[in-house]
């Protein structure tokens, strides 16, 4: 199926939350990362989300562009160019970590571009963007957050919000490590009670449980998945009652009213990743551990070929071993191989949709 339409893209969010696993959302900002995100994708059967971010999309661009606009298109038509050479497995295309700075030089404009796309009878290049909220307060999130739904409904796409602050640094936003990388079960509940629960449009939530971008070693970040299921199980129950301004649909899994996202997971043990992902994870972003993958492949290519990488002593060095593509190959492969481990991980591997 290759690109997801936005209706098989809202089954590949539901069929996950019904069947309690996650997909991995890859960061790119290549196109060899693009095509190895793809490579262990097809490799694993599982479907996925690729991503840029802020950085990512500007990167695309061109260095000398640094334009976020340009870069996101370029990327979009790549991917649907490419992907088609993947008719098994279904991707779908999203914009990663947009603060409020960022918005109307990158994600407004890129969903005026989408309306009037779906206006004239086509589909979004994108199938959702996010809203990273994370350094504003709460009602500041949700009075943008409503704005950009609103805006994704026409657009035909979904909007991913992030509640709370996630910790570390990514592209050039940073946050502490301390309380603030907790939600609670109010701040679900504030998030219901204004945006609904997919009945004014379809979005998924960041919720955060300790989560930090970056590599750590073991023991800095503490991770509570447990939160999940208390803000889960607390919005459920206040929208049972009523006491919420929102609807349960009948679909929903029994205590999943939301549809989750696992920010800043790399380094996360197996048992943090099933935890969460049973509590609702849908979708489990994945860079660290891929940039690190296919960097390490390079590394290895040039520490190993140093003397045919370069011209030592005069010597004319070795054209098929300083051809990008000999050590791209490699680092595509360790990428890809990456990817796969993400999907057996989160329970995507052999779930593609037919």
């Known amino acids: 199926m290759s690109i997801a339409t936005p209706e098989q893209y809202a089954h590949m969010l539901d069929a996950a939350r019904a069947g309690g696993y996650a997909y991995p959302a890859i960061n790119v900002t290549s196109s060899q990362t693009l095509n190895a ?28 562009v640094n334009n976020r606009v340009t870069g996101s298109l370029a990327f979009a038509a790549f991917a649907h160019e490419v992907a088609k050479q993947y008719p098994n497995i279904t991707v779908a295309l999203h914009t990663d970590h947009c603060a409020k700075q960022y918005l109307d030089e990158w994600v407004n404009p890129l969903l005026d571009i989408e309306i009037d796309e779906v206006k004239h009878g086509r589909e979004p290049m994108f199938q959702s963007h996010m809203w990273d909220g994370s350094t504003v307060p709460l009602k500041e999130n949700l009075d943008i957050a409503e704005k950009l739904l609103e805006k994704s409904r026409l657009a035909h796409t979904v909007l991913e919000i992030e509640i709370g602050a996630v910790g570390g640094e990514e592209d050039g936003h940073s946050a502490e490590i301390n309380e603030k990388l907790y939600s609670s079960v109010a701040d679900g509940m504030a998030v219901a009670d204004r945006l609904g629960l997919g009945e004014r449009g379809k979005y998924m939530a960041a919720f955060t449980f300790g989560n930090v971008h970056g590599a750590y070693k073991p023991g800095v970040v503490k991770l509570r998945p447990e939160l999940l299921h208390e803000i889960q199980q607390g919005v459920w129950n206040a929208a049972k009652s009523g006491e919420l301004n929102a609807v349960l649909n009948s679909d929903m899994p029994d205590g999943k009213p939301f549809e989750l996202v696992f920010h800043g997971g790399s380094g996360s043990t197996a048992q943090e990743i099933a935890e969460a992902v049973s509590y609702g994870v849908i979708k489990m972003n994945i860079d660290t551990d891929t940039q690190y993958a296919f960097t390490r492949a390079v590394a290895g290519h040039m520490f190993r070929d140093y003397d045919g990488v370069l011209k030592i002593d005069g010597e004319v060095g070795n054209k098929k071993q300083y051809d990008p593509r000999s050590w791209g190959r490699e680092a595509e492969d360790s990428m890809a191989a990456r990817v796969v481990e993400a999907c057996e991980e989160l329970g995507s591997a052999g779930r593609a949709l037919k």
């Open 37 to 64: 995100a793809l490579q262990g994708l097809a490799d694993a059967e599982s479907d996925g989300i690729i991503q840029v971010s802020v950085g990512g999309a500007a990167y695309f661009s061109g260095q000398r």
